[in-house]
């Protein structure tokens, strides 16, 4: 029997404990507990931001090199312990182990890569109109950032909020996703274990209220948000009121087009990874199949096929290829589209079914629905599950055209032997990230992220693009 943790906020470098009050399951067998933890609030927000704001003039202050250090180490542990951390995502989050080890090395990664990035903040010298006058511009950092996560990435997207805002000296309180705070808090850990100072990075355990402390706090200078477009829209509205900075990644309702000179082979393994991997639960994931006429018949036979086969199952079987559902109220929301959408005409070519597994778990087959109109539900609404549609073009214009009628606009792909039309796709789809034979889903670590439109608002996560909201630039002038 594995051990169930018990877990407590972090607050100025220390384990705070408080009763006990909530438990998170196994989404792969409900029997078993994975962890106890307090539900914060207004009153642990409080003292999470006084001890980050105390904490600032002395981290923002440091050698570049001591936070650099820190967040190299910081990877190095992450990537050491892969194996266990893996396991321990896993068995809170319900994707498989094989990608709960690769998401931990992801975040691993990211630390290391913002280790260089504190390193390389850079101004420029400019020439003044005046003769005499020379101007300079440098970054600062800005101060205490609040940092909302979710729960489908446990600790790859907390390290990619929370690696650049240390890096460039600022400091934060982070509140982790309500169904995975067991691998936020295991984070956190490990932060401190590397020698982070105290107050630098702390971490109150709560739902909604915490989130809502946090957008409101008057010494919270920005807030970084990944989530539903619903709450983004809240969490904007209030970061706005107080002229707070605001960062929002908000979903996606992603096309992945198939053309008719497609490589058949590779559009059908593009389609399966990038709508039914980690179990259709990434923002990135390839929810609508635009496919043309000419190769469509052939192409939806080939992945129902695909999707059929795929093996559901617990998310430590090493023959597992779908995990559970994160909760049982999302696998109820995959359930609920896969009804909307076949009420609405839409086919069921695979899945659909209620599944029943020992041990119990909240498991959702990878489902594929045909036939449906772009104008459907299924098109327009973000499952956030194993759940992908299929809509019939006559051509690329047509496919551009549906691909582009949504109002999200995260990531888009093409799958085509054309490089006419994938230049023009690049160039005319309305998402923030292009994929040309290659799945929606999955983006490299050290490049900007984000999207347009209803997926996302303010400055991109990632890469170098980080520092345009973690710091803010200054303009000196002086006279010889």
């Known amino acids: 029997m594995t051990e169930v943790l018990s877990l407590s906020h972090w607050i100025n470098g220390e384990k705070v404990s408080a009763p006990l009050e909530v438990e998170r399951r196994n989404p792969s067998d409900i029997a078993e507990v994975v962890a106890r933890f307090p539900r914060g609030g207004a009153a642990q ?11 600032f003039d002395a981290w923002s202050d440091a050698s570049p ?3 650099a250090d820190i967040l190299d180490r910081t990877g190095s542990l992450l990537i050491e312990r ?40 850079h101004g420029q010298n400019l020439a003044s109109v005046r003769p005499g006058v020379e101007i300079q511009t440098w970054r600062q950092p800005v101060g205490v950032f609040g940092l909302i996560t979710p729960w489908n990435f446990p600790i790859a997207i ?35 274990e590397a020698g982070l100072p105290a107050g630098v990075v702390n971490m109150v355990i709560g739902d909604g209220d915490v989130g809502r402390a946090l957008v409101h706090h008057r010494d919270v200078v920005g807030i970084s948000f990944t989530g539903s477009q619903g709450v983004g829209a809240s969490v904007a509205e209030g970061a706005a009121r107080r002229q707070a900075r605001v960062q929002l990644e908000m979903g996606g309702k992603n096309p992945l087009v198939i053309l008719d000179d497609a490589d058949l082979d590779r559009a059908v393994a593009v389609a399966l990874d990038g709508s039914f991997m980690s179990t259709g639960q990434r923002c990135t ?82 489902t594929l629905i045909a036939d449906t109109d772009p104008s459907a539900r299924i098109n327009h609404e973000e499952v956030f599950g194993p759940v992908a549609s299929t809509i019939r073009v006559a051509d690329y214009e047509e496919a551009l055209a549906v691909a582009n009628g949504t109002e999200f606009g995260l990531s888009a792909g093409i799958v085509t032997q054309s490089l006419k039309y994938a230049r023009d796709f690049q160039r005319r789809a309305k998402a923030g990230m292009t994929m040309v034979n ?26 170098f693009a980080a520092a345009d909201f973690y710091t803010q630039i200054k303009t000196g002038y002086s006279a010889a």
């Open 285 to 366: 994931a390839s929810s609508r199949l635009i496919i043309q006429d000419g190769i469509h018949n052939r192409f939806v036979a080939a992945l129902a096929e695909k999707v059929a086969a795929l093996r559901v199952g617990h998310a430590l079987d090493p023959r597992t290829q779908v995990g559970p559902a994160v909760t049982e109220a999302q696998a109820e929301v995959s359930f609920r589209y896969i009804d909307i959408a076949t009420q609405a005409g839409g086919r069921i070519l695979a899945g659909g079914e209620r599944l029943s597994h020992q041990p119990q778990g909240w498991y959702v087959p990878p």
């Open 158 to 192: 907390p390290a990619w909020k929370i690696a650049p805002a240390i890096a460039f000296g600022n400091t934060v309180v982070l509140k982790a996703a309500g169904p995975t705070p067991a691998t936020a808090e295991a984070l956190v850990a490990i932060l401190h």
């Open 438 to 463: 290659l799945a929606t889903a999955g983006v490299d670590y050290h490049v900007p992220f984000g999207g347009t439109r209803g997926s996302s608002h303010g400055p991109r996560e990632q890469g």
């Open 82 to 121: 892969r194996e266990s951390l893996g396991r321990l995502l896993s068995r809170e989050e319900g994707k498989t182990l094989a990608e709960g080890i690769g998401e931990t090395m992801r975040a691993g990664r990211i630390f290391r890569y913002f280790a260089g990035e504190a390193l390389r903040l």
């Open 65 to 67: 090199e001591v936070r």
């Open 45 to 55: 927000v409080d003292q999470a931001v006084a001890a980050a704001s105390a904490a």
